[in-house]
């Protein structure tokens, strides 16, 4: 790039500047520029002379914690958690099943299974519960005569 000289200033001006310059000076015949701090501590020097530039975040204000107090009127206040089902019959087969293929995956010897027997018979035994938990989730079909197990009669 060639820089020219500025007849004025006797300064050289880079051509990829001349258009912020123009901006610059458009801004500056609308209205009023602000002037930013010419030092690192943020003070301006020059005209008027004004004191440290504001910061750019003000961290937020610490707030005292929430005790646990009874919820005052107009609060939410949700209900207790209802307690967990019991595990059914079928669901317990399915967990025994996993903790048995687990078993003879990881240490076959404490059921008395050769190590050569242990891995496909824990991994046959984790596919089992596996499916066996999984199979449980499909819906029943409904029953051909409406699903409440009464027979409604003739329909006409």
Known sequence: MTRESDAEGGRELDPASDGFDAIVSAWRRE????????????????EGGRGPAAPLFVPPTPTAP?????????????????????????????????????TLVLAPGW?????????PLGLFGLAAGLGWLVLRLWP???PPDGGDGQDDGAVI
């Open 140 to 142: 029943d079909p409904a």
């Open 31 to 46: 209205g009023q520029v602000p002037e930013w701090p010419d030092d690192e501590d943020g003070l301006a020097d020059g």
């Open 111 to 119: 059921l008395g299974v050769p190590s050569t027997y242990g891995l």
């Open 66 to 102: 929430v005790s646990a107090q009874p919820a005052e009127e107009g609060h939410f206040v949700p209900p207790e958690p209802p307690p967990l089902p019991r595990l059914g019959p079928p669901a317990i087969v399915g967990l025994v099943l996993l903790g048995l293929g687990l």
